[in-house]
């Protein structure tokens, strides 16, 4: 297997564009993500500018989907130093608190994050993933519903 961009890319900018253009379609390409977006911040992070911050949410988010809850923890640190009291970074930490099946605390999170913000509908979207995830059927399809109907 490659150890680092720089193999599995003839530049730093092709793996970086390869990154956006998974992010843009919304692919999931977990796998890929957590190889080529660490080796990228390892190697070439500081090059990244302020998308550096951008990538770490994106391997962040492969890390919970390939169920490397540790490596997800490491992301979401920095990213809660770098962004202090961010509204987003609190979205992943229940993001990470889903990945661990600490779905009371997750809820809990997001309902304070719609008290601050009662629009938020990627809040709205993860509250729904967690009764999806709990098989809450009957509650899930009530929530589409009122989601639907108030967005």
Known sequence: ???????????????????????????KQSEGVLTLGQALITEQGTKLGDELWTVYEQVFIAALDCKQNALATVYLRELSKKFPGSKRVALLRGMSLEALQMYEEADKLYAELLEEGPANSSVHKRRLAILK???LTVELAT?????????
């Open 1 to 27: 297997m490659a150890e680092s961009g720089e193999v599995l890319f003839s530049s730093w900018q092709a793996a970086r564009d390869q990154l956006r253009k998974w992010r843009d379609e919304g692919s």
């Open 133 to 135: 995830a709990q098989g």
């Open 143 to 151: 929530g589409l519903t009122k989601y639907l109907k108030d967005f």
